[in-house]
């Protein structure tokens, strides 16, 4: 379902609940041709505050790395930037979100928001696509989690003190463009979806950060990357196809280069028929599993 899917693909937030140390192998991956060394590290981009995001590999895969990749630019200027695009973006003051609605859907909506005891005024400017995201994190950051505590903000903080080069594949900009230009049959379906199963996130996305933590990368695959392509084909070729084609033209730039990169992109972005590590097998790369 486009909700869960989708929601699994950006946040992965866990229940209040992590795996035991000799479970917790998350998925690592490595490329390495004459000089050089490129570490890719599929991640979640919410955990619940004190988890590990990273066992011993991927720790010491990060001290290696020279160069440290994440999706977009992490800092706090530019999540100040973030939260005026996306005041911006994610808002239609002439369309209100109830208009787009029936009757019994407005009904549905407002029994939820009175459940989650947020203002139904509060939803009424959003464009669709932020509507429902919004209905999707409220129960999830209820529950413990953190934007801070995931693990692409592990990393870049690690980078930063450090002293290693910090790069990013996206601008804040490219990605909330990705959602809002989404059309407006498919944001509606995001929104009635995320009204009928907001309640139930956090223990659907539970089961997927356990696969996570495990590395089980079969379980992770079906959830978040084959449900969207199958029924959200629109969806999947904006969030995942697009993007993991861009990106990897950067990473074949950087693979003729030297020296030791290490990339930390969503879980997702790495599995599949569409992933970077099946198109970087699919060009010659040799791509190994680290595993502890």
Known sequence: MIRTSLFAAIAFAALATTACAQEFDPALYVVRDADSTMYLYGTVHVRPRDTDWGDQDVRDAL???QEIWTEIEISPEADQRA??????????PDRPLSSILS???NERLNALTQRLGIPRAY??????WMAGLTLSLIPIMRAGYDPASGVDRAVDAYGD???????SFETIEQQLGFFAGLNDETQRQFLLEAIDEAEQGPAMIAEMTTAWERGDLDALERAVVTDTREEYPEVYEALFVRRNNAWMEVLVRELEGSGVDFV???AGHL???DGLV?????????????RN
Request: aromatic letters at 2%; hydrophobic letters at 40%.
């Open 123 to 128: 939803l009424e400017p959003m464009q669709p």
């Open 103 to 105: 009757a019994e859907e």
């Open 264 to 266: 930390a992109v969503g």
């Open 83 to 92: 939260q005026a695009l996306a005041g911006q973006m994610g808002m239609s």
């Open 271 to 273: 599995l599949g028929e």
């Open 161 to 167: 003190a450090n002293g290693r080069t910090m790069r």
């Open 278 to 290: 099946a198109q970087l097998r699919a060009r010659g790369y040799t791509v190994e599993r680290v």
């Open 63 to 65: 001290a290696s790395a």
